[in-house]
């Protein structure tokens, strides 16, 4: 409405005046508004003689209307019985509708006119509304006030002559052209009882069903309308479910499926029914113990229902809802269950209307699948193998009852297994005399540690190369490859570090283990990786080695660097794990010219710290070294600057290491290192080292914390095939008869004889080398790692009487050796004496032994 205003005052008539032309009419067309403006003043006057209106207004009116003489009349009739001047209200609610078509400028009569009619004519008629509604408004103001109104003549007798069915009456919505109206279809309300609805009770062919079903409705009626009238009684309720509703009353599907289940039990019980769930007496509702019980006889007449809610409605659930409807599915019925009973289609086991599926075979007239017996394809093959000559897996004995065959059921589903157990043969060797009259080689194992960047890849790759553990084809291809990709320089490096994502990254990620022989030794590599946040696998690589070799960065800030770093966390790590020789390699010393200064200063700065550490002088060698240019690794550096060196070369020095007794005769413990899926001859295959004890082919083992049992179908041992293996060997073990999902990283393997247990909490002596309190900790040993806290600080001990300083200290600092107890979140296998590390924010916090 504001808009128009301001729009009708924005306009500037003047503006327009000039070129619309709007102001010359034709002749005829004057004409025939002078006949409509005579007819208009005629039929107001003939109405009213006290209705007067200028000619003007009576054209403006017409023009509205184009020409229509009785709107305009009808409208001026209106304008003159309620006159704006009545009531101030009227008045400005009226302006805009006068000021419609009484002030618009003839620039806006032209645009009008132009418009389409529609547009035009529905502005008029709102107008018109709300003039009409305000007006109404008025009048009833004033009609039940009885004031009267100033400017406003009363009575009002003129008020009788206004028509609101003319007033309206060229308005769209009531001017519907009969052809145009539709019916309404309404949907009736209750549901039809045709068969699928589609049986219309007037009008339609009845389908055959429909007609069955009509006919047994109209006996089922007769028969009720002869049977004598049964007393009034509570109406018979579905637990759980609401009462019924009063014939009439739309149905839901679950009330129609209890109606139907009602009217079913009504049959077969001629009486009452408790259609509850069978264990759920307990809680009834109060209203719901009215419903007497299958096994009492129907009485003639029960006792009057205490309670007031009860329906009054007679029960004839069977009349209201004749039972023509299909039976409710098995699925509606378990979904619904209660309120969905069971109707005479269905089966019985799926009668018990019970919600829980697992006791639908508890029933003691259900009759469930024989799992054990032959299922139909058993039979069918049987018959076929027979008739070839073959004879098929007899099936089992048959089931007693349902019971037995439930356990039977479960009986069977933990003895499925995908795979035919394996035999194999053992050959029953007595693995440690065989150990002894072996002319092996001594094997040992040692792990490559240190700061990242160290050379610790490179020195291994360079060791393996002059060993020939690698061939030369296979460095050069890693040299282009590395050249490739901007990585020259770890070529070498590439033998050890063969993961894509190490390669691109030039770090090494996981422990690499590798093997190389010399005359008098077997020895197995366990490069660790030296980054910080790998830590953990540098741990798992610690716990399979004998001694340790320690790489060191001798380029001027680097060896600094790497103290600060990762260089004497590992090395007390590997202490801590038990390791007691270490050979340190001051490596890339053509970076610092052979520098004897330089070298001699690392050795005194690491040797103090290793004696520190708890390594004894006679167990630390030193070797300087170039990896990249394999001076001083198999052979004797040739740098003339490097000639002040007399001793070992690191192979030497490699060599002098004593062969490690290990525990043979201690029962079998190992810890898998990593688990693989192989192909078809070995599918499941472990490796690891042998920390305790022995094996061999055909051996039955335990794997903790699964518990599962698995058979050892063949043994590696450093990678050649062999019958048997004992501790301190690298193994790969092929297994049989066993779910690899039983296998993991970590656990380990025993046999059943002498188990290894598993434990939540420990109490260990561990080394801090942070503070220690009460605190979270992650606790490793070898490849398992598990999370859990230091509860308890029980002592700071001495570090060589190991008597106790200070019982209970609130704290223990950081170079102290103490005794804590550690609880573990879950029960892992751990028994003493073990080495285990306890880490805490991605540090190292303390080492220690399990006692
Ligand atoms: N000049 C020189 N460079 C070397 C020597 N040994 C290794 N490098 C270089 O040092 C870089 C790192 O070598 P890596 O063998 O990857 O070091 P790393 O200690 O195994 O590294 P991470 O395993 O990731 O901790 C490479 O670019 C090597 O070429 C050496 O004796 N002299």
Redesign the pocket.
């Known amino acids: 409405m504001s808009r128009h205003r301001v729009k009708n005052v924005g306009y500037d008539d003047d503006e327009f005046d000039d070129d619309d032309g709007y102001d010359s009419p034709d002749p005829e067309e004057q004409e025939f508004l002078q006949q409509c403006t005579a007819a208009v003043v005629g039929q107001l006057r003939a109405g009213q003689p006290s209705l007067t209106a200028t000619t003007e207004e009576v054209q403006e009116a017409l023009w509205h209307y184009y020409n229509d003489i009785d709107k305009a009349v009808n409208y001026l009739r209106g304008v003159y019985l309620f006159p704006p001047s009545i009531c101030p209200r009227l008045l400005a609610r009226s302006s805009w509708f006068a000021g419609g078509g009484v002030c618009m400028c003839k620039k806006e009569k032209e645009v009008k006119k132009q418009a389409a009619p529609a547009v035009q004519k529905s502005r008029v008629q709102a107008g018109k509304f709300t003039y009409f509604v305000y007006t109404l408004v008025e009048v009833l103001d004033i009609v039940l006030t009885g004031l009267p109104v100033p400017g406003f003549p009363a009575p009002l007798p003129a008020a009788a002559h206004f028509s609101a069915a003319d007033f309206f009456r060229d308005c769209p919505w009531l001017n519907v052209p009969a052809h145009r109206k539709a019916d309404i279809l309404v949907e009736p309300l209750y549901p039809r009882l045709g068969l699928l609805g589609g049986a219309p009770e007037s009008g339609g062919k009845m389908s055959k069903l429909a007609a069955l079903a009509a006919a047994r409705k109209k006996k089922e009626g007769e028969k009720a309308a002869a049977a004598p009238e049964v007393p009034s009684t509570p109406q018979p309720e579905c637990l759980d479910g609401p009462p019924p509703k009063p014939s009439g009353t739309p149905l839901s599907l679950s009330e129609r499926l209890a109606a139907s289940k009602l009217s079913k039990s009504s049959e077969t019980n001629g009486g009452l029914r408790r259609l509850g769930r069978p264990g759920a007496s307990v809680s009834l509702p109060a209203r719901q113990q009215l419903v007497p019980e299958p096994s009492k006889p129907s009485p003639p007449s029960l006792p009057e229902p205490t309670k007031q809610e009860e329906p009054d409605t007679k029960p004839e659930p069977q009349k209201t809802t004749p039972n023509i409807r299909a039976s409710p599915s098995t699925f509606a019925s378990v979904i619904l269950g209660n309120a969905a009973g069971p109707t005479m289609a269905e089966p019985s086991h799926l009668n018990s209307n019970n919600v829980d599926l697992l006791q639908i075979y508890g029933q003691d007239h259900a009759e469930p699948f024989d799992f054990a017996a032959p299922s139909p394809d058993d039979v069918v093959m049987n018959a076929q193998s027979t008739a070839k000559g073959f004879k098929s897996k007899p099936a089992g004995p048959k089931a007693a009852g349902g019971q037995k065959g439930q356990s039977d059921l479960a009986g069977g589903m933990k003895d499925l297994s995908v795979e035919e157990k394996v035999t194999v043969k053992s050959k029953n060797l007595d693995v440690v005399a065989e150990y002894n009259k072996s002319t092996r080689k001594k094997s040992a194992s040692f792990v490559?540690i240190?700061?990242?960047?160290?050379?610790?890849?490179?020195?291994?790759?360079r060791l393996l190369a002059d060993q020939g553990a690698i061939d030369q084809r296979t460095l050069d291809k890693y040299r282009k490859e590395a050249e490739k990709i901007g990585?020259g320089?770890?070529?070498?490096?590439w033998v050890?570090?063969q993961g894509s994502e190490?390669r691109a990254?030039?770090?090494?990620?996981d422990i690499a283990t590798n093997k190389f022989e010399t005359e008098t030794t077997a020895f197995t590599i366990v490069?660790?990786?030296?980054?910080r946040d790998f830590v953990p696998n540098m741990i798992a690589g610690a716990s399979q080695a004998d001694f340790a070799v320690l790489?060191i960065?001798s380029?001027v800030g680097k060896f600094e660097s790497g103290l600060k770093g990762?260089t004497k966390e590992h090395a007390l790590l590997v202490r801590s794990m038990g390791v007691q020789k270490i050979i340190v390699a001051v490596?890339?010393?053509?970076?610092v010219q052979w520098d004897i200064e330089r070298f001699q200063e690392i050795e005194q700065q690491i040797s103090a710290f290793l004696t520190t550490a708890g390594f004894q002088p006679k167990n630390i060698a030193f070797v300087p070294?170039?990896?990249?240019?394999g001076?001083n690794i198999t052979r004797r550096s040739e740098d003339p600057k490097s000639l002040w060196y007399t001793g070992r070369t690191l192979l030497e020095e490699l060599e002098t290491s004593e062969p490690y007794t290990h525990a043979l005769d201690k029962p079998l413990r190992m810890t898998i290192g990593d688990v693989f899926r192989g192909g078809v001859q070995n599918p499941i295959s472990i490796s690891g080292r042998l920390d305790a004890g022995s094996l061999q082919m055909g051996d039955q083992i335990l794997t903790m914390p699964s518990g599962e049992t698995a058979l050892i179908r063949s043994v590696e041992v450093d990678g050649e095939p062999s019958d048997w293996a004992v501790a301190g060997q690298n193994v790969v073990l092929h297994l049989a008869n066993i779910d690899p999902i039983h296998l993991r990283s970590g656990d380990v393997v025993c046999r059943a004889s002498a188990p290894i247990k598993t434990i939540t909490s420990f109490t260990a002596k561990v080394l801090a080398f942070e503070h220690l309190m009460p605190m979270q900790v992650d606790v490793h040993r070898g490849r398992l790692h598990v999370p859990g806290r230091i509860s308890k600080l029980v002592a700071s001990l001495d570090k060589t009487s190991g008597a106790a300083l200070k019982k209970r200290p609130k704290i223990v600092a950081p170079g102290t050796v103490a005794r804590v107890v550690v609880e573990i979140d879950q029960a892992v296998p751990l028994e003493a004496p073990t080495r285990i590390v306890l880490r805490a924010g991605g540090t190292t916090v303390a080492a220690g032994l399990l006692e």
Request: net charge negative; glycine share 12%.
């Open positions: 490559v240190g700061h990242v960047d160290a050379g610790k890849s490179t020195l291994m790759g990585k320089s770890f070529a070498l490096a050890l570090d190490e990254r030039g770090v090494t990620i490069d660790a990786p030296g980054h790489v960065d380029s990762q490596n890339k010393m053509d970076t070294c170039s990896g990249v240019l001076d």
